[in-house]
């Protein structure tokens, strides 16, 4: 892999956010398999051109997420190669907090970015992938159409199908993975996720410009370019999550 000192859609992480991002993927795409250790510390720095102590944050955010195991003096080793666990401690923080707490929400987030990404890299490389793609460009007509409506006049009944379909485009992209547990747990606290993501502004501009990226990632999608796949549902899920952290809650 290309040394990568600025992933797509990555802009607003730090360092270690950037280099557990990166590690995560390769771990839930199995490039990096249970059991495996990860490269040294030292190396990992240098392969990224950060410090040791941004690899080792790197590293405790991919332990508290679960995927791996560390010790001091010691080798990280891969734990696990899915965020099954993650997701279920999440639900039960959720559910018994019954709040809108911004960590739980961005965690939360960030859980819907990995799915959606593994979804998405999964999805570009299924053979029967037809109807899933056919349903996601008509999503992406009507969002344009009512995009378009919405140039002449903001009606709020437009604006509420435009945040319904856009979360239903990602819902789409996520349950495509077939992950019974996982799509069950986030349909529990899909309510909670919804709420605040419908409190998120956006301009008629930022709404063609995220509509046109979509259009772009079903097209790499249907044509099997999963790289390109994978970078574009980094960005708009990077976007999202960048508008959820700016809400006051």
Request: proline share 2%; charged share 30%.
């Given at each position: ?67 791996i195991t560390s010790g001091q003096g ?176």
């Open positions: 892999m290309a040394k990568q000192k600025n992933p797509l859609g990555m802009q607003n992480y730090t360092k270690a956010d950037k280099v557990a991002k990166i590690i995560e993927q390769k771990i839930l795409s199995k490039e990096y398999k249970v059991g495996q250790a990860l490269p040294s510390q030292e190396d990992c720095a240098d392969f990224f051109s950060v410090s040791t102590r941004s690899i080792r944050e790197a590293y405790k955010i991919l332990e508290a997420k679960g995927l010691k080798r990280a080793v891969v734990k696990s190669d899915n965020l099954d666990l993650l997701v279920q401690n999440l639900s039960a923080s959720m559910i018994n907090k019954n709040i809108k707490n911004r960590k739980l929400i961005s965690d939360l987030l960030d859980v819907r970015m990995n799915l959606e990404v593994s979804a998405a890299r999964t999805l570009s490389r299924l053979q029967e992938r037809e109807f899933t793609v056919k349903a996601l460009y008509s999503m992406v007509t009507r969002l344009e159409l009512l995009i378009k409506g919405l140039e002449k006049n903001e009606d709020p009944r437009m604006i509420k199908e435009v945040k319904d379909l856009d979360y239903d485009f990602h819902s789409m992209i996520m349950h495509s993975n077939n992950n019974i547990i996982l799509n069950t747990i986030l349909n529990d606290l899909g309510p909670q996720l919804k709420n605040v993501l419908d409190q998120t502004i956006e301009s008629v501009q930022e709404l063609k410009r995220r509509a046109l990226d979509y259009r772009y990632l079903v097209d790499a999608i249907r044509d099997g370019n999963t790289d390109l796949a994978v970078a574009l549902t980094l960005t708009v899920t990077s976007n999202i999550k960048t508008k959820v952290d700016k809400l006051d809650f």
